[in-house]
């Protein structure tokens, strides 16, 4: 997985791609000189290993060793075309409410992204799509929250391709409302290192998304040990799983 270019400083020496091309959204492309440069970057540690390698696995493509012997001399180019995003903050939703007496977060997020002035040549208001969503549903499911809270909530790392992990988001926002508490999260009884993979990972995203709730609305989730343990056993199992799995790349080449 491309993640381990995000910056991530792991005690490694070598980094091995099995691939040299990913799946971008709409297509498969090649790795750019630089995507190559910040995961083959992550080789080495300083105090640790003071050299780092990069090489490519005998089941990557035929052409991978080359694209890699291109790739990694280059200069890494900036975007063509980049303007940072602005997202809007507590201090943005606060004034917008405050100043014209709205407590609907979508219409205040809406008003953000209408009147925000900016200079285009650099900036550009950043993709709230999901934000949007998510809070008319707030709105709708849990007025009782404080403008604030809901805002925190809108921002959660929800995966929204998956209906049921935002209904189960949602649950908890509107327990949370009603009566101050979440609930027991669900999967705690139904989800273990011996499930299903596709189970095990839907369980390992609620149990992220659970743990990043309790730490901004303390006293409201709770079960943290049992959740970080059941987080460590899932990873567990789809490790385990996966390796008995052949690589994409591999798989690609039998074609």
């Known amino acids: 997985t491309d993640a381990i270019g995000m910056g991530l400083n792991l005690p490694i020496r070598r980094v091995l791609f099995s691939t040299m091309t990913k799946f971008d959204g709409q ?22 290993h003071e050299e780092g390698f990069t090489t490519v696995l005998a089941e990557a493509e035929p052409s991978a060793m080359k694209t890699l012997r291109e790739l990694l001399p280059k200069s890494p180019r900036a975007p063509r075309n980049f303007k940072a995003p602005v997202a809007p903050n507590g201090w943005h939703i606060d004034t917008i409410s405050s ?12 008003i953000f992204m209408g009147q925000l002035q900016l200079d285009n040549a650099h900036f550009e208001v950043a993709e709230l799509e999901q934000m949007l969503e ?22 959660a790392p929800v995966d929204s391709r998956t209906d049921s992990q935002v209904q ?12 101050g508490s979440a609930g027991v999260p669900w999967f705690l009884d139904s989800v273990d290192e011996h499930s299903r993979l596709d189970r095990m990972e839907q369980a390992l995203r609620s149990c992220t998304l659970w743990l990043w709730l309790d730490l ?13 343990a059941l987080r460590e056993r899932l990873n567990d199992g789809i490790e385990r799983q996966l390796k008995g799995k052949k690589p994409l790349a591999f798989t690609r080449s039998r074609r």
Do not use: C
């Open 168 to 179: 189960q988001y949602l649950g908890w926002a509107e327990n949370h409302a009603r009566s």
């Open 27 to 48: 297509s498969d492309r090649e790795l750019t000189e630089s995507e190559v440069h910040q995961i083959a970057g992550r080789a080495g540690r300083y105090g640790m």
């Open 216 to 228: 901004r609305f303390p006293g409201v989730y709770g079960h943290v040990e049992d959740v970080v």
């Open 99 to 110: 100043r014209l007496g709205k407590n609907r977060l979508r219409e205040v997020l809406g």
């Open 134 to 155: 998510l809070a008319d549903q707030l709105d709708r499911i849990a007025p009782k929250l404080t403008l604030r809270e809901r805002f925190t909530y809108a921002q």
